[in-house]
């Protein structure tokens, strides 16, 4: 049975608005957190991050892509589908606004721990564009692979932290099922609709996430949605243990 942890809601006003899934960072290790937001303006001014990776994934149906910029002579457009990866390392400092005001970034910000050994390194920035990010159709559901693998499909990205991040899109009834290797945390976020999670229902209204603390044996997610079409992201990655970031 997975451990049961709950979403947290954030509102600034109409420029942001995110669920975040936050201060579980020891159940779901290698991962610290997540926003599933909504960004309508400059919500956040220049900040520094270290220790760490900030990942931003910008969903497909989103209104607009994100801004970005930081210290190390990195500027260019998240559009949506694709991700942008800052490893902080020793440290950075960064800025992300959508690229067009009046419309609405869709996307989730994604706090990933690093290997003590890179933890002081040089800062370094990945850019994955959305027609580089593979993806997988078969029936009742597309699964899209920002990082690692599935089914035999891999992102192209190189990453300090082994993880996988897959965008699962569900149709009324489609059932997918994704293994999870032996020795990694996985735990799944909905985004929208209804998905049952290995015979347990789970949707966004209820604000609650499954996480499944790593074992010493391989096991398999089985994602169901009902009640409609459903979408959710999947995280897995084996944990590292060293959280004092």
């Excluded at 994100?66 to 998240?78: F, P, V, Y």
């Excluded at 800062?123 to 993806?135: I, S």
């Excluded at 209820?206 to 995280?235: D, I, Q």
């Amino acid at each position: 049975m997975p451990d049961i942890v709950s979403l947290q809601r954030a509102n600034h006003g109409n420029r942001f608005r995110a669920f975040g899934l936050r201060n579980v960072a020891a159940l779901i290790d290698p991962f610290i957190g997540i926003d599933h937001a909504w960004m309508s303006g400059p919500t956040f001014p220049l900040h520094s991050h270290a220790g760490f990776s900030a990942v931003s994934y910008v969903f497909l149906d989103s209104e607009t892509g994100i801004h970005n910029r930081d210290n190390i002579g990195t500027e260019n457009t998240i559009f949506p589908g694709g991700m942008h990866w800052t490893t902080a390392g020793r440290g950075i400092v960064h800025e992300e606004v959508p690229a067009e005001n009046g419309k609405t970034v869709h996307a989730l910000q994604i706090f990933i721990d690093l290997p003590a050994e890179l933890k002081h390194k040089a800062p370094r920035a990945l850019t994955l564009a959305p027609q580089d990010v593979p993806f997988l159709i078969v029936p009742g559901a597309k699964v899209r692979i920002p990082a690692g693998n599935f089914a035999g499909k891999s992102s192209p990205l190189t990453l300090p932290t082994n993880v996988m991040i897959l965008d699962i899109s569900l149709d009324e009834k489609g059932e997918i099922s994704v293994p999870v290797e032996a020795g990694c945390t996985a735990f799944v976020m909905p985004v929208f609709g209804s998905t049952m999670v290995n015979g347990q229902p789970f949707n966004l209204n209820h604000l609650e996430v499954p996480v499944f603390p790593a074992r010493n044996t391989a096991h398999t997610l089985t994602l169901k949605a009902y009640e409609g079409n459903s979408k959710l992201m999947l995280f897995s990655g084996p944990p590292l243990r060293n959280m004092a970031i």
